[in-house]
């Protein structure tokens, strides 16, 4: 009798055992559909021995239905999600589901008819087919991936297409990728980066697991270094992936990429079309893509044959996901290298304390970069005391940065003004009556968007048009904007200088691929003077102009309750200054403060990073935070306000009393209400030594709370709200 116990895709089931049919091949981490009552389910075939679950007599065992043509996986995968669930108390099924991402693929392989123009003008043009072809110019999709790119309906395409405009191609869905060559455009190292490229190499060739702190700083040259493992990993026939922490820099990426490989790589991110996950998923599956570079979710990709991992701008808090399976794919990642046997390379220029902590403890390997490549120099850092440098009123910018900013328009240079702040303005009061627009599902005020004319919540998405009254008091002309975003800043750099050449850049402005490629193009070529930007210019870009970087507000960072806010602001603002001055021109970066004295800002302006990590390491050292001791949260929330309350106060009388664990509240969360759901946080402090997941598991197993309630476990927080 063969028998198999399964991981059933669905959180709310535990492990279940079938039969297997004599004419299907089960092995461990084989997909397969199994019937569910009257329903079907997918689930992977996993080693008993792992999976505890209840002996089921082999008499009352179910066959399961079908193997899925795909490759099973691998076990350092299955590892890999039996350890993440574990950690980060997730569900196995939700780990795993994340693995499985293109439901698609799992159909196997075969064709798809997919759309393009011919180049045929129809006979009759309504302004809807105008729009439509010349949206889709060069374009190829399915129909409704096509109609969706044009924003016109399936109808109006489906008439192209019946009108000979447009013409059905059949491609077979899991082609292969052109393969990428070691030696396409192979620089010239400097005498420091080849040896930090040797120790990748080697590391490579080893194929043992060796986990890496590339600690660089800006314009170092750490992606050119780290390519080099990437070449040596292609010449092995094995894959690469690199982590990226925001959609948005892979464009300046996958240009690098191409022009050192001479093809891009294979990529991976959450918005792309489906047929474009489907392929890159079968490929990564069989071999095929040879490096993949994605977002956090590439992480649990199937593998073939993986022999490298990078995460690019380590640092990022972007890299810890804060919904679903709470996972931090930096962490994550090493882990992967561990149960893989592989290099994993952390590469930054302002490492998080805890990686500088696990190498000072010998776990990482850490190799620095500590000067920029060829002719350029760090950028000279001064502070721009609020308190004495006073803007006028209604403005931001205070003289010294205004004056720095005319200078560069006279060169003919580029500015870059950071401030991390979307839209117009965070606050819209009334003056007659002091009305303040906020949002109905969250507390949290509405931020004006001049360019869309609209007032948006920036946590949940709602969003109404920008008012021309009070719908409190009914007076017009009677809205003031209340603080700056970028938008105002970038009117106020109008208002000075009416015919400087400026660019907003933030996820409203650069929210596709073809954006982000129009304004790097924009900016290399000189055809942008002043760029205005969220963190999303921070990081990556490489402006050989670009000579002044002005933070708007350096403060702004360090409110807020959360306990990494000091490092965050240090690590944002170190990398935006290093935005300067990148080639042969010296960069300047003035930072505008009211508190010059704290430590972040002094740090910055000394250009001390390493009295900066002292510092904070004291701190964090003394209250027992991350990496010397261990938080975790336990988030409640629920629709109705008493039942989330009555619920955590319930958790809160439930804590376990022990040494080496303190647990704080139940509090109102920063965000009390979010997306419609009232919110309560429990938060605890252990040291490193306490069992800290296992005490969470027993702590919430035996309780039981009202349907309405949620629970969210999140093991090394980072968002407080
Ligand atoms: P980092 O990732 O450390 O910020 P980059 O890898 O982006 O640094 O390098 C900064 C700039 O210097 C890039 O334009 C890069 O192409 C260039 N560069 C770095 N090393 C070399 C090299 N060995 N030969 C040629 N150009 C280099
Ligand atoms: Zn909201």
């Known amino acids: 009798m063969n028998r198999v116990r399964l991981l059933v895709l669905n959180a709310a089931l535990g492990p279940l055992d079938y039969r297997v049919p004599d004419d299907l091949h089960v092995e461990p981490g084989s997909v397969v559909v199994a019937p569910l009552g009257p329903r079907q389910v997918l689930g992977i075939a996993w080693e008993s021995e792992r999976l505890p679950g209840t002996e089921v007599p082999d008499a009352r065992l179910r066959p399961i239905l079908d193997v899925l043509p795909v490759p099973p996986l691998r076990a350092p995968l299955r590892r890999l999600i039996e350890w993440t669930a574990d950690y980060y108390c997730a569900a196995m099924a939700s780990v795993a589901r994340m693995s499985l991402s293109s439901s698609a693929a799992l159909r196997g392989g075969g064709t798809i008819t997919e759309y393009r123009l011919t180049g045929v003008m129809p006979s009759r043009l309504t302004p809807q087919r105008d729009a439509a072809i010349s949206a889709l110019d060069g374009e190829q999709g399915t129909i409704r991936e096509l109609a969706d790119l044009a924003g016109v309906s399936e109808a109006v395409l489906r008439g192209l297409v019946n009108a000979g405009v447009m013409e059905p191609v059949v491609v077979d869905i899991d082609r292969a990728y052109p393969p990428a060559d070691p030696d396409h455009a192979v620089p010239t190292l400097s005498d420091l980066q080849t040896g930090v490229a040797d120790r990748f190499v080697d590391a490579v060739k080893a194929r043992k697991f060796a986990p890496f702190l590339l600690d660089g700083v800006t314009g170092s040259g750490k992606t050119e270094t780290y390519f080099e493992a990437v070449s040596e990993a292609l010449r092995m026939g094995r894959q690469v992936l690199v982590l990226l922490p925001e959609i948005a820099l892979t464009e300046n990426f996958l240009k690098r990429f191409e022009s050192r490989f001479g093809v891009p790589p294979v990529v991976w991110h959450s918005s792309?079309?489906?047929?474009?996950?489907?392929?890159?998923?079968?490929?990564?599956?069989?071999?095929?893509?040879?490096?993949?570079?994605?977002?956090?979710?590439?992480?649990?990709?199937?593998?073939?044959?993986?022999?490298?991992?990078?995460?690019?701008?380590?640092?990022?808090?972007?890299?810890?996901?804060?919904?679903?399976?709470?996972?931090?794919?930096?962490?994550?990642?090493?882990?992967?290298?561990?149960?893989?046997?592989?290099?994993?390379?952390?590469?930054?220029?302002?490492?998080?304390?805890?990686?500088?902590?696990?190498?000072?403890?010998?776990?990482?390997?850490?190799?620095?970069?500590?000067?920029?490549?060829?002719?350029a120099s760090l950028p000279e850092i001064a502070v721009v005391d609020l308190r004495e440098q006073v803007p006028p009123r209604g403005r931001w910018l205070a003289p010294p940065l205004v004056q720095g900013i005319e200078e560069r328009l006279e060169r003919g240079e580029q500015s870059l003004l950071f401030l991390n702040r979307r839209?117009?303005?965070?606050?819209?009061?009334?003056?007659?009556?002091?009305?303040?627009?906020?949002?109905?599902?969250?507390?949290?005020?509405?931020?004006?968007?001049?360019?869309?004319?609209?007032?948006?919540?920036?946590?949940?998405?709602?969003?109404?048009?920008?008012?021309?009254?009070?719908?409190?008091?009914?007076?017009?002309?009677?809205?003031?904007?209340?603080?700056?975003?970028?938008?105002?800043?970038?009117?106020?750099?109008?208002?000075?200088?009416?015919?400087?050449?400026?660019?907003?850049?933030?996820?409203?402005?650069?929210?596709?691929?073809?954006?982000?490629?129009?304004?790097?193009?924009?900016?290399?070529?000189?055809?942008?003077?002043?760029?205005?930007?969220?963190?999303?210019?921070?990081?990556?870009?490489?402006?050989?102009?670009?000579?002044?970087?002005?933070?708007?507000?350096?403060?702004?960072?360090?409110?807020?309750?959360?306990?990494?806010?000091?490092?965050?602001?240090?690590?944002?603002?170190?990398?935006?200054?290093?935005?300067?001055?990148?080639?042969?021109?010296?960069?300047?970066?003035?930072?505008?403060?009211?508190?010059?004295?704290?430590?972040?800002?002094?740090?910055?302006?000394?250009?001390?990073?390493?009295?900066?990590?002292?510092?904070?390491?004291?701190?964090?050292?003394?209250?027992?935070?991350?990496?010397?001791?261990?938080?975790?949260?336990?988030?409640?929330?629920?629709?109705?306000?008493?039942?989330?309350?009555?619920?955590?106060?319930?958790?809160?009388?439930?804590?376990?009393?022990?040494?080496?664990?303190?647990?704080?509240?139940?509090?109102?969360?920063?965000?009390?209400?979010?997306?419609?759901?009232?919110?309560?946080?429990?938060?605890?402090?252990?040291?490193?030594?306490?069992?800290?997941?296992?005490?969470?598991?027993?702590?919430?197993?035996?309780?039981?709370?009202?349907?309405?309630?949620?629970?969210?476990?999140?093991?090394d927080p980072y968002s407080f709200v």
């Not at 792309?272 to 990709?301: C, H």
């Not at 599902?441 to 968007?449: I, P, Q, Y």
Request: hydrophobic share 40%.
């Open 272 to 375: 792309q079309k489906q047929s474009e996950r489907r392929r890159a998923w079968r490929q990564v599956a069989e071999g095929g893509a040879q490096v993949v570079v994605g977002a956090r979710s590439a992480l649990f990709l199937p593998y073939a044959n993986l022999g490298l991992i990078i995460v690019d701008e380590a640092h990022e808090v972007s890299f810890k996901q804060d919904d679903g399976v709470r996972y931090n794919a930096r962490d994550v990642a090493v882990m992967r290298g561990r149960f893989e046997q592989i290099p994993v390379v952390l590469a930054s220029a302002t490492p998080a304390l805890e990686s500088l902590q696990m190498a000072e403890a010998g776990v990482y390997e850490k190799v620095d970069l500590p000067s920029r490549f060829g002719e």
């Open 423 to 715: 839209g117009y303005a965070p606050l819209t009061l009334c003056r007659n009556c002091g009305f303040r627009f906020q949002c109905p599902n969250c507390s949290a005020w509405l931020v004006e968007h001049r360019l869309s004319k609209r007032l948006a919540c920036h946590h949940c998405g709602h969003e109404v048009p920008s008012p021309s009254q009070c719908p409190e008091c009914g007076e017009a002309d009677c809205l003031t904007a209340c603080g700056p975003g970028v938008e105002r800043i970038a009117d106020e750099v109008a208002q000075i200088f009416p015919d400087a050449r400026t660019a907003v850049v933030t996820s409203d402005t650069l929210s596709n691929p073809e954006k982000i490629a129009a304004f790097v193009d924009a900016a290399e070529s000189g055809a942008i003077d002043v760029i205005v930007g969220t963190q999303l210019v921070t990081k990556g870009y490489h402006f050989p102009e670009l000579t002044l970087v002005g933070v708007v507000d350096a403060d702004l960072g360090l409110e807020g309750g959360d306990l990494r806010a000091a490092e965050r602001s240090y690590q944002q603002i170190a990398q935006v200054a290093g935005r300067a001055g990148r080639a042969s021109k010296p960069g300047e970066v003035m930072i505008q403060t009211r508190h010059p004295d704290a430590p972040v800002i002094a740090a910055l302006a000394a250009g001390d990073r390493d009295a900066f990590y002292a510092a904070e390491t004291d701190a964090r050292r003394h209250a027992g935070a991350p990496p010397f001791g261990r938080w975790a949260a336990i988030i409640v929330s629920s629709e109705e306000e008493a039942e989330a309350r009555e619920a955590a106060q319930n958790i809160g009388r439930a804590a376990p009393r022990l040494d080496d664990l303190a647990v704080f509240g139940p509090a109102p969360a920063p965000l009390s209400l979010l997306r419609g759901r009232y919110r309560y946080r429990l938060l605890i402090n252990a040291r490193r030594s306490a069992a800290l997941q296992q005490t969470i598991r027993e702590w919430l197993h035996p309780m039981e709370f009202a349907p309405g309630v949620r629970i969210g476990v999140d093991i």
